[in-house]
């Protein structure tokens, strides 16, 4: 009786995730167009219709450099961190950003902070299953 030979079983060579994590343009660039939406946004919904004051520049402008400095902060160190704390991190950011929003057409901190929790919820939801699925 023949045997069966065991066939050699090619190996994975790279690594699961990218090695690059360099400075792309995507990874500024992106964080800069999130930001300025947000500023602008938040610029609006405190105008109001009315006439423009430095207050609302300011808090436009502020609001949306704030935004994009923690988009690319979370962009530089994504790839540190376990996919649940990760997607944790981008559902916070959400929840974050859109209760602020929220908060600024004068609605309660309370309505305010459980808008922004159900977001971040979602979206940490969301955010686990895109790394679950399309990560080994």
Not at 69 to 83: D, I, N
Not at 112 to 127: D, E, F, Q, Y
């Amino acid at each position: 009786m023949a045997t069966h030979a065991t066939m050699p079983v090619r190996r994975r060579t790279r690594p699961t995730t990218p090695a690059h994590h360099g400075r792309t343009a995507l990874s500024w660039a992106m964080p800069l167009v999130l930001g300025v939406i947000l500023g602008f946004w938040a610029f609006f919904i405190k105008r109001d219709g009315g006439t423009t004051t430095d207050g609302q520049i300011w808090l436009g402008v502020i609001s949306g450099v704030a935004f994009a400095a923690l988009c690319y902060a979370l962009v530089r160190v994504r790839w540190s961190l376990p996919r649940e704390l990760r997607a944790a991190a981008y559902g916070v950011l959400t929840g974050g950003a859109i209760g602020f929003l929220y908060s600024l057409h004068g609605n309660s901190v309370l309505a305010s902070g459980l808008l922004g929790l159900v977001l971040a919820a979602g979206m940490t939801c969301i955010m686990f299953y895109a790394y679950y699925t399309r990560e080994d």
